[in-house]
């Protein structure tokens, strides 16, 4: 198998290198919370799954449920920014998994907004965090 490093030891196939991109993402997604904390969200869930995705922050607005899928980059100038990730494919994932939350947590007729929070990192520091109200 080529490109990946093999835990031969433990015989299951994994890499040994720790996932950059989750651990970016996670770094992200902190702070995002943090952000929208500071702003005087409350978080309800995060990284809630289930077969048709995931949705990285729940929160609360002023009796509103806001669902943020949240993009983190290193490097904005390699592959775009991180608010032209959140591409119309995307879009429906997220709207879809958000309906399966709703059904499965019991929420009626509640009010749904769809943000996108980017985070902009340089090494280990935040450098810019852009919150997309409304963005779909």
């Known amino acids: 198998m080529r490109g990946k490093a093999l835990n031969k030891e433990a015989g299951q196939g994994k890499s040994v290198k720790p ?3 989750r651990e970016t993402g996670q770094y992200g997604e ?3 919370c943090g952000y929208l904390q500071q702003k005087g969200y409350r978080i309800i ?3 809630w799954r289930c077969r048709s995705g995931e949705i990285d922050i729940v929160a609360e607005e002023d009796g509103r449920l806001v669902v943020v899928e949240v993009r983190t980059r290193r490097s904005a100038r390699r592959f775009g920014t991180a608010a032209e990730s959140v591409n119309y494919r995307k879009q429906k994932q997220v709207a879809d998994t958000a309906q ?3 059904r499965t947590r019991g929420f009626g007729d509640v009010s749904v907004r769809f943000d996108v929070i980017t ?3 340089d090494g280990a520091f935040v450098r810019e965090i852009n919150h997309i109200e409304a963005a779909f």
Request: hydrophobic fraction near 40%.
């Open 19 to 21: 996932d950059r991109r």
């Open 119 to 121: 985070v902009e990192l």
């Open 45 to 47: 869930e995060r990284n």
């Open 100 to 102: 399966f939350y709703l």
């Open 30 to 32: 902190e702070a995002a």
